[in-house]
């Protein structure tokens, strides 16, 4: 019991570490994951509904441009949203510094209480560190807003899009290397190995097993791409 409690301090400090490294990096692999599935599923099920190699190249090109896109205004909305509430919960906080200095000072030696430091201790600590910088502390240790790492929405917008248009070029690139009438296998071929190899590098970055996070994301992917045959052939069939 004891070991544990001496090992929670470092573990915290390691996980806080990879989730404020990993924020973004998360974002674009989900990102290529997404890019990779939807434009290989979009062309495969073109294909299948007997296009010409042109065409399957200008819907995978459609795919890419219209998912960057999408993948842009989509994270901008939902990163934007982010920022203004940590930004009214800075306000708030702001005002309530100003109006109740004290209750503020007892509410943050509180916080200090509650992780550990004796009453005394956490006063002394919450004062000098008001001394140096009063809404930092508060937005640290109180809201969980570090200085420095406020949500970006233009960032996570252009990175978002910048991902997944390189992914989404992966089954384009098959589609233009396979030799004529191997289109189908290769588009799925490369795009199942590139969404294990990814499947893999999100599974390290989230601490979880590398193979049980690339097996997920490659029978998901194949499903995906089968599915959307199966549905290009019968449309296909049904329209020419
Ligand atoms: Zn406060």
Redesign the pocket.
């Known amino acids: 019991m004891r070991g544990s409690q001496v090992n929670r301090g470092p573990i915290r400090q390691r996980e806080t570490h990879r989730s404020g490294r990993s924020g973004w990096l998360r974002a674009a692999v989900l990102g290529s994951n997404d890019a990779i599935v939807s434009t290989a599923s979009l062309m495969i099920g073109v294909a299948a509904a007997s296009a010409s190699k042109p065409a399957i190249l200008i819907a995978g090109f459609a795919g890419l441009v219209a998912g960057s896109m999408s993948m842009a205004v989509g994270e901008y909305v939902s990163v934007s949203a982010q920022r203004d509430s940590e930004q009214a919960d800075i306000e708030l ?1 702001q005002q ?2 100003a109006n109740e200095p004290r209750a ?1 000072l007892n ?2 030696a509180m916080i200090y209480v509650k992780r550990g430091l004796e009453k005394e201790l956490a006063m002394k600590v919450a004062q000098q560190l008001s001394a140096r910088d009063r809404l930092g502390s ?1 937005m640290r240790d ?2 969980g807003i570090e200085r420095g790492f406020l949500a970006r929405p233009l960032q996570a917008a252009w990175i978002s899009a910048a991902s997944f248009a390189s992914f989404a070029a992966v089954p384009i690139a098959a589609l233009l290397i396979a030799p004529p009438s191997q289109g189908i296998p290769a588009i799925a071929v490369l795009s199942l190995v590139s969404l294990a190899a990814l499947g893999a590098f999100g599974g390290h970055l989230g601490g979880a097993p590398l193979g049980r996070a690339a097996l997920r994301v490659t029978i998901g992917g194949g499903l995906a791409m089968a599915v959307t045959a199966v549905i290009g052939r019968l449309v296909g069939g049904s329209v020419s």
């Open positions: 906080e309530e510094l503020e509410e943050l508060h109180e809201l």
